[in-house]
């Protein structure tokens, strides 16, 4: 398995990969209409993937910002402020991908770039995600609370918020 950067040319597979997972997992949750649009945040500090026999099967991001709410209580949780926190966040894995340490690799990628920046790693879940939780505790990452979150079109979503084990200083 190679992680790499996220190209141009991969976000086809990683859009078909996003309908698998969604149909698989329910994630992301708040189905948008252009999974492409979701995976791709002009405001990203990067996004990488995971890549087995030249196939796309994991992707994960790391973004600036979350929610009000998920940043006031990281921010809270880890005594940051919010633009000291980088957002890991749009962490799919393909189910062809499963069990073979692909989410394990790409979380721990993105937390490393978060440090590199001199950010604090943080990130949010649905609450029925219970496989991503999992993961997110097998990884040492600690639960800060819960939220809800609303879309504004009568949609919300209860989520938790981590923080990755403290930073070692750079």
Known sequence: ?????????????CVE????????????????????????????????VAEHSGEIVGHVALHRRSTAAVMAMASDAVRQPAERL????????????????????????????AIGRGLWPVLDVATQLHGAIRLYENCGWTLAGEVTVSF?????????????????PI
């Open 152 to 168: 504004g079109n009568g949609v919300s979503i209860d989520e938790l918020v981590y923080v990755a084990p403290r930073p070692a």
């Open 1 to 13: 398995m190679v992680i790499r950067e996220r190209t141009d040319a991969d976000l086809d597979p």
């Open 86 to 113: 980088g957002v890991v966040a749009r962490l799919l894995v393909a189910p062809a991908g499963r069990r073979r340490g692909v989410g394990q690799a790409l979380l721990d990628v993105a937390r490393r770039h």
């Open 17 to 48: 990969m996003a309908h698998a997972v969604h149909e698989l997992d329910g994630y992301p949750p708040y189905l948008p209409t252009d999974l492409r649009t979701f995976l791709v945040s002009p405001d990203a500090y990067g996004a990488w």
